[in-house]
Protein backbone atom coordinates (compact mmCIF):
# COMPACT_ATOMS: atom_id res chain seq x y z
CA UNK A 1 0.00 0.00 0.00
CA UNK A 2 0.89 3.20 -1.09
CA UNK A 3 0.07 6.86 0.39
CA UNK A 4 0.19 9.66 -1.46
CA UNK A 5 -0.18 13.08 0.37
CA UNK A 6 -2.21 15.45 -1.99
CA UNK A 7 -2.28 18.38 0.02
CA UNK A 8 -0.53 22.07 0.20
CA UNK A 9 1.24 22.95 3.53
CA UNK A 10 -0.23 25.94 4.96
CA UNK A 11 2.33 28.25 5.62
CA UNK A 12 3.12 32.55 5.65
CA UNK A 13 3.89 32.07 1.96
CA UNK A 14 0.88 30.48 0.57
CA UNK A 15 -0.50 32.08 -2.40
CA UNK A 16 -4.46 32.81 -1.62
CA UNK A 17 -7.35 33.47 -3.93
CA UNK A 18 -7.17 37.11 -4.76
CA UNK A 19 -9.87 38.69 -1.95
CA UNK A 20 -9.11 36.13 1.15
CA UNK A 21 -7.27 36.71 4.12
CA UNK A 22 -4.03 35.37 4.12
CA UNK A 23 -2.38 32.83 6.18
CA UNK A 24 -0.77 33.79 9.64
CA UNK A 25 1.31 31.81 11.54
CA UNK A 26 2.62 33.62 14.84
CA UNK A 27 4.99 31.05 17.32
CA UNK A 28 3.90 32.18 20.95
CA UNK A 29 5.94 30.17 24.05
CA UNK A 30 5.04 31.12 27.51
CA UNK A 31 7.24 31.64 30.55
CA UNK A 32 7.26 28.10 31.59
CA UNK A 33 8.39 27.21 27.42
CA UNK A 34 5.19 26.09 26.47
CA UNK A 35 5.22 26.67 22.60
CA UNK A 36 1.69 27.17 20.82
CA UNK A 37 0.78 28.89 17.22
CA UNK A 38 -1.84 31.55 16.70
CA UNK A 39 -3.71 30.20 13.17
CA UNK A 40 -5.31 33.51 11.20
CA UNK A 41 -6.37 31.83 7.92
CA UNK A 42 -9.40 32.16 5.99
CA UNK A 43 -11.96 28.93 5.43
CA UNK A 44 -10.75 28.02 2.19
CA UNK A 45 -6.54 28.53 2.51
CA UNK A 46 -4.90 25.99 0.57
CA UNK A 47 -6.42 22.71 0.20
CA UNK A 48 -9.98 22.43 1.37
CA UNK A 49 -13.59 21.89 0.78
CA UNK A 50 -16.33 24.08 -0.76
CA UNK A 51 -19.69 23.14 1.00
CA UNK A 52 -22.72 24.37 -0.54
CA UNK A 53 -23.42 27.23 2.10
CA UNK A 54 -20.27 28.83 0.08
CA UNK A 55 -22.58 29.94 -2.37
CA UNK A 56 -25.80 28.98 -1.69
CA UNK A 57 -27.82 30.88 0.48
CA UNK A 58 -29.61 28.02 2.18
CA UNK A 59 -27.09 25.81 1.18
CA UNK A 60 -25.86 22.76 3.45
CA UNK A 61 -22.91 23.59 5.45
CA UNK A 62 -19.71 21.19 5.87
CA UNK A 63 -20.28 19.38 8.93
CA UNK A 64 -23.71 18.32 7.34
CA UNK A 65 -21.36 16.69 4.40
CA UNK A 66 -21.96 12.76 4.98
CA UNK A 67 -18.06 11.43 5.29
CA UNK A 68 -19.01 8.59 3.10
CA UNK A 69 -18.75 11.52 -0.19
CA UNK A 70 -15.02 12.07 1.55
CA UNK A 71 -13.69 8.81 1.73
CA UNK A 72 -13.60 6.04 -0.72
CA UNK A 73 -12.93 4.58 -4.45
CA UNK A 74 -11.67 7.83 -7.16
CA UNK A 75 -10.04 8.24 -10.57
CA UNK A 76 -7.03 10.41 -11.06
CA UNK A 77 -7.73 12.22 -15.09
CA UNK A 78 -4.68 13.68 -16.21
CA UNK A 79 -5.35 17.04 -18.12
CA UNK A 80 -2.37 18.50 -17.69
CA UNK A 81 -1.46 18.53 -21.65
CA UNK A 82 -4.32 21.50 -21.97
CA UNK A 83 -3.01 24.88 -21.73
CA UNK A 84 -7.08 26.61 -22.07
CA UNK A 85 -10.52 26.47 -20.41
CA UNK A 86 -11.33 22.80 -19.14
CA UNK A 87 -14.72 21.77 -21.66
CA UNK A 88 -16.63 19.20 -21.83
CA UNK A 89 -15.06 18.23 -24.73
CA UNK A 90 -11.72 17.50 -22.69
CA UNK A 91 -13.84 15.64 -20.22
CA UNK A 92 -15.28 13.64 -22.52
CA UNK A 93 -12.02 12.59 -24.69
CA UNK A 94 -11.00 10.86 -21.23
CA UNK A 95 -13.73 8.50 -20.95
CA UNK A 96 -14.76 9.31 -17.44
CA UNK A 97 -18.14 8.51 -17.36
CA UNK A 98 -19.20 6.34 -14.09
CA UNK A 99 -16.62 8.01 -11.29
CA UNK A 100 -18.61 9.23 -7.98
CA UNK A 101 -15.00 11.00 -7.05
CA UNK A 102 -12.79 12.94 -9.54
CA UNK A 103 -9.67 14.22 -9.14
CA UNK A 104 -8.50 16.77 -11.76
CA UNK A 105 -4.74 17.23 -12.42
CA UNK A 106 -3.72 19.89 -14.90
CA UNK A 107 -0.76 22.51 -15.23
CA UNK A 108 -1.52 23.81 -12.27
CA UNK A 109 0.20 21.35 -10.28
CA UNK A 110 3.54 22.96 -11.68
CA UNK A 111 2.48 26.69 -9.68
CA UNK A 112 2.38 26.15 -6.17
CA UNK A 113 6.28 26.23 -5.92
CA UNK A 114 5.15 30.37 -6.94
CA UNK A 115 4.16 32.69 -3.31
CA UNK A 116 2.23 34.43 -5.93
CA UNK A 117 -1.49 34.29 -6.94
CA UNK A 118 -1.62 32.70 -10.75
CA UNK A 119 -4.17 34.17 -12.78
CA UNK A 120 -4.50 32.11 -15.64
CA UNK A 121 -4.59 28.84 -13.85
CA UNK A 122 -7.05 26.14 -15.87
CA UNK A 123 -10.54 25.65 -14.38
CA UNK A 124 -13.53 24.25 -15.69
CA UNK A 125 -16.03 25.96 -17.63
CA UNK A 126 -19.85 25.66 -17.10
CA UNK A 127 -20.77 23.21 -19.59
CA UNK A 128 -18.40 20.74 -18.10
CA UNK A 129 -19.89 21.23 -14.64
CA UNK A 130 -23.21 20.74 -16.09
CA UNK A 131 -21.30 17.52 -17.65
CA UNK A 132 -20.41 15.89 -14.49
CA UNK A 133 -23.52 16.74 -13.22
CA UNK A 134 -25.43 14.50 -15.92
CA UNK A 135 -22.41 11.50 -14.96
CA UNK A 136 -23.64 11.44 -11.31
CA UNK A 137 -20.27 12.80 -9.88
CA UNK A 138 -20.47 13.57 -6.48
CA UNK A 139 -17.01 14.80 -5.80
CA UNK A 140 -14.55 16.81 -7.96
CA UNK A 141 -11.42 18.43 -6.93
CA UNK A 142 -9.01 20.10 -8.92
CA UNK A 143 -4.95 21.21 -8.50
CA UNK A 144 -5.66 25.38 -7.50
CA UNK A 145 -7.19 27.60 -5.64
CA UNK A 146 -10.55 27.47 -7.23
CA UNK A 147 -12.36 25.04 -9.97
CA UNK A 148 -13.72 28.18 -11.38
CA UNK A 149 -11.82 30.55 -13.61
CA UNK A 150 -10.59 33.55 -11.80
CA UNK A 151 -12.67 35.86 -13.99
CA UNK A 152 -15.87 33.76 -13.69
CA UNK A 153 -19.37 34.96 -11.90
CA UNK A 154 -19.81 31.54 -9.86
CA UNK A 155 -21.64 29.71 -12.44
CA UNK A 156 -19.35 26.49 -12.19
CA UNK A 157 -19.66 26.72 -8.48
CA UNK A 158 -23.19 27.21 -8.95
CA UNK A 159 -23.61 24.21 -10.94
CA UNK A 160 -21.93 21.65 -9.14
CA UNK A 161 -23.31 23.05 -5.54
CA UNK A 162 -26.56 22.69 -6.39
CA UNK A 163 -26.17 19.12 -8.01
CA UNK A 164 -25.19 18.44 -4.24
CA UNK A 165 -21.17 17.94 -5.70
CA UNK A 166 -18.84 18.64 -2.90
CA UNK A 167 -15.70 20.50 -4.55
CA UNK A 168 -12.04 20.16 -3.12
CA UNK A 169 -9.76 22.68 -4.18
CA UNK A 170 -6.12 22.91 -3.77
CA UNK A 171 -4.53 20.03 -4.59
CA UNK A 172 -1.35 18.97 -5.60
CA UNK A 173 -1.39 16.22 -8.03
CA UNK A 174 2.34 16.80 -8.75
CA UNK A 175 3.89 13.65 -9.70
CA UNK A 176 0.74 11.55 -9.30
CA UNK A 177 -0.09 9.39 -12.35
CA UNK A 178 -3.22 9.24 -13.89
CA UNK A 179 -5.23 5.99 -12.34
CA UNK A 180 -7.52 4.89 -9.51
CA UNK A 181 -7.04 5.04 -5.62
CA UNK A 182 -8.78 5.73 -2.74
CA UNK A 183 -9.64 9.09 -1.71
CA UNK A 184 -9.19 10.19 2.15
CA UNK A 185 -10.20 13.77 2.21
CA UNK A 186 -11.08 14.94 5.86
CA UNK A 187 -11.75 18.32 6.41
CA UNK A 188 -11.68 20.17 9.76
CA UNK A 189 -15.11 20.14 11.84
CA UNK A 190 -15.96 23.95 12.24
CA UNK A 191 -19.63 24.49 13.08
CA UNK A 192 -21.95 25.96 9.79
CA UNK A 193 -18.99 26.22 7.91
CA UNK A 194 -18.69 27.16 4.41
CA UNK A 195 -15.59 25.72 3.69
CA UNK A 196 -12.26 24.33 5.90
CA UNK A 197 -8.76 23.45 5.23
CA UNK A 198 -8.56 19.56 4.87
CA UNK A 199 -5.73 17.01 4.77
CA UNK A 200 -6.35 15.43 1.48
CA UNK A 201 -4.15 11.87 0.65
CA UNK A 202 -4.38 9.13 -2.07
CA UNK A 203 -3.90 5.31 -1.41
CA UNK A 204 -2.86 2.88 -3.55
CA UNK A 205 -2.87 -0.84 -3.66
CA UNK A 206 0.85 -2.41 -4.57
CA UNK A 207 -0.08 -5.69 -6.68
CA UNK A 208 0.35 -8.97 -4.84
CA UNK A 209 3.83 -9.65 -4.12
CA UNK A 210 5.58 -12.58 -6.31
CA UNK A 211 2.61 -11.20 -9.34
CA UNK A 212 3.80 -8.97 -11.95
CA UNK A 213 1.45 -5.87 -12.17
CA UNK A 214 0.17 -6.25 -16.15
CA UNK A 215 -0.54 -9.69 -17.38
CA UNK A 216 -2.96 -11.22 -19.81
CA UNK A 217 -1.87 -15.00 -19.87
CA UNK A 218 -3.55 -17.69 -17.75
CA UNK A 219 -2.56 -18.78 -15.85
CA UNK A 220 -0.72 -16.04 -14.09
Same mark, same amino acid.
Given at each position: ?18 ? $? ?41 ? $? ?45 ? &? ?15 ? &? ?33 ? &?? !????? &? ?39 ? !? ?5 ? !????
Amino acid at each position: MTIHDISVCISDTLPVFPG $DPPPRLTPRQDDAGWRTTLLSLGSHTGTHLDAPAHLLEQGATL $DAIPLERLIGPCRVADLAQFTGPIGAAELRRLKLKGNRRLLLRTRNS &EFWGRRDFVPDYAGLTA &EAAALLVDWGVNLVGIDYLSIEAAQGEGEVHRRLL &EA !GVVIL &EGLNLKGITAGDYELLCLPLKIAAADGAPCRAVLRSLDPPR !GYPQHHT !GWPP
